[in-house]
């Protein structure tokens, strides 16, 4: 693909010229410089609706903690839950709250700040890996998805700068026209990552934008745009700063990343149907369809973005009809337990009319062996895939822990997924947190689903790896579901680790307990997310910036025919 460059004068008028390079000019960004300072206003209790004292924790001072074997472990106080708004104090050598972080922690910090990218002299994301050891390719870039637990971490420290740049800066590449040959995608498409050029001759910096036409596969990154509206809001709930998501521009972003999604179709489902490769698992792995990872984080962002828009919007209605619709499926169609999976063993096919059970006529037999074995008596997940006569039964962790924090899951639901992580702990956490996928390809089942991918064998990278980043995603939803101490134990594992073997990107093996064959060392978000971790376990009012509690208006009385019994 060969994008048009844009050459943008002082005064901010356009020129097209073939090239392939998206441009930025100064004058892009002159419409910005005028958004009020934000409000100095102190950080308040972060849960939307409810109080963080519904926990089934201890919530009167700061949290302290006591190391114990196992699920014994209790978290316990010492000082205040809240924060006051400021650093956290994990950028210097003793931490506010009195006790001496872990050393691991000064060590993420420096990381982190070293791989902040800079434009024109303004801190604007965090570059994927520094690791000079390996080609670069694309680990050079700022990725959207990527940039997500930095920008957190750095939130969480009182430094919501870098964020407001990010923002910003993608929110001015959204707006240039994207093409892949010769085909034209949405206005609305985020980038998937960018990158600062520099021209040592003319002196100058430009930001080169990838929307999919350079990556794997040339899939557009589906949930690029619902990160970003998910970070615009935990911007503004960190900050206390609205004026930023006001903006007309804010507003017409976010809108134009819904329009791609609510738009009318042949569709009969409210799910997203989005190709294989267009979301954290970039490579071909079945996921094609409606992938759970897709529909937790468009339901989160439609959510995220009821709040955001303003209230005059034409939007919000087909938000809510949205939101109702995507509820009732997830719940009632992605979600399995004990009892479900029972019921789908004893699914009768070739039904028809409005009373069929096996609505999808998923054929029992598909059943795969593992997940009668992998099923605990108590607990469940929202499976990975739902679609006609096909069921992906694989565990996928963003998914699951994305559908706790968005309260697409109900609190039920969101405490069963965290009895199903303490029952399976050895294969879903092992020696390393935390799988990005279970069961893990293999054989034949490899070889058809990924292509012969060398870089996807069994218990590698996508396919069964074990990814560090998704630490912060587990504590969050661990807090919420108030089993803290969960996030405890799988954070005392990584830190075990990922300082002496260089901040990996991934683990590979059944258990987690070898450093990826391709892991690339000092992977951004694998620091970032140890941060996050650590920081919204000291603080766990932090948790209000990814957190949404339940709307009680979307549990529909649920109604199932009873075609099959028991």
């Known amino acids: 693909m060969s994008p048009a460059a844009v050459d943008v004068s002082q005064n901010g008028n356009v020129a097209t010229a073939s090239s392939t390079i998206f441009e930025i000019g100064d004058g892009d960004f002159s419409r910005f410089s005028e958004i009020p300072k934000p409000i100095n206003v102190e950080r308040k209790r972060s849960f939307d609706e409810k109080s963080f004292g519904e926990l089934s924790i201890n919530m009167s001072p700061r949290p302290f903690y006591r190391n114990v074997e196992n699920s014994s472990r209790v978290f316990e106080p010492v000082d205040s839950i809240y924060s006051s708004g400021g650093r956290s104090g994990f950028?210097?050598?003793?931490?506010?709250n009195g006790f001496e972080p872990h050393p691991t922690v000064a060590e993420a910090w420096e990381a982190l700040r070293r791989s902040v990218v800079s434009f024109r002299g303004q801190p604007v994301g965090t570059i994927a890996a520094l690791d000079h050891s390996e080609e670069e390719l694309n680990y050079d870039q700022v990725f959207v998805r990527d940039f997500v637990p930095s920008a957190l971490a750095f939130l969480m420290n009182g430094e919501p700068e870098i964020v407001k740049n990010f923002l910003l800066k993608t929110l001015c590449l959204q707006a240039w026209e994207k093409k892949v040959d010769l085909f034209k995608l949405g206005e609305g498409v985020m980038p998937a990552s960018f990158k600062v050029l520099h021209n040592p001759v003319r002196n100058t910096e430009t930001l080169v934008a990838d929307f999919g036409e350079t990556a794997i596969g040339r899939v557009a990154p589906v949930d690029s745009g619902f990160w970003w509206i998910i970070l615009l809001r935990a911007y503004t709930k960190s900050t206390g700063d609205?004026?930023?998501?006001?903006?007309?521009?804010c507003q017409r972003g976010i809108r134009?990343?819904?329009?791609?999604?609510?738009?009318?179709?042949?569709?009969?489902f409210p799910t997203l149907l989005c190709a294989d490769g267009c979301c954290m698992i970039d490579r071909r792995m079945?996921?094609?369809g409606y992938p759970i990872e897709i529909q937790a984080l468009f339901f989160m962002a439609l959510r995220c973005a009821l709040q955001l828009l303003k209230e005059d919007c034409d939007f919000r209605e087909k938000i809510i009809e949205?939101?109702?619709?995507?509820?009732?499926?997830?719940?009632?169609?992605y979600w399995l337990d004990l009892k479900q999976l029972?019921?789908?063993?004893?699914?009768?096919t070739e039904e028809y009319s409005h009373t069929a059970v096996n609505k999808f006529n998923v054929m029992p037999d598909s059943l795969p062996d593992w997940v009668f074995d992998f099923m605990p008596k108590h607990g469940g997940y929202?499976?990975?895939?739902?679609?006609p006569a096909r069921m992906d039964f694989r565990w996928f962790c963003l998914?699951?822990?994305?559908?706790?924090?968005?309260?697409?899951?109900?609190?039920?639901?969101?405490?069963?997924i965290m009895d199903l992580i303490e029952s399976r702990w050895d294969e879903l956490v092992g020696e390393m947190p935390l799988k990005i996928s279970y069961p893990a390809l293999e054989g034949h089942d490899w070889k058809i689903v990924t292509g012969f991918d060398p870089k996807n064998t069994r218990w590698s990278y996508h396919n069964g790896g074990s990814w560090p980043v998704l630490l912060w995603l587990l504590t969050a939803a661990c807090v919420k579901s108030g089993r803290p101490q969960i996030a405890r134990r799988a954070i005392e594992l990584a830190e075990s680790r990922l300082l002496k073997d260089n901040w990996p990107e991934y683990y590979d093996g059944k258990h987690g307990r070898f450093i990826g064959k391709q892991a690339r060392k000092f992977q951004t978000w694998s620091i970032a997310g140890y941060l996050v971790a650590k920081m919204m376990l000291e603080d766990p009012s932090h948790l209000g910036m990814v957190s949404l509690e339940e709307d009680k208006l979307m549990t529909p009385h649920c109604r199932r025919s009873a075609s099959w019994t028991l």
Do not use: W
């Open 342 to 348: 029972n019921c789908i063993y004893r699914y009768k």
């Open 256 to 268: 134009l990343i819904l329009s791609l999604c609510l738009s009318k179709s042949f569709d009969t």
């Open 322 to 333: 949205r939101l109702h619709a995507l509820s009732y499926h997830m719940r009632n169609y």
């Open 242 to 249: 609205s004026s930023l998501a006001e903006m007309p521009d």
């Open 286 to 288: 079945d996921i094609y």
């Open 382 to 387: 929202f499976i990975g895939n739902v679609s």
């Open 91 to 96: 950028d210097t050598p003793r931490s506010e």
């Open 399 to 416: 998914g699951n822990c994305v559908a706790i924090l968005s309260s697409m899951a109900t609190p039920e639901q969101a405490s069963a």
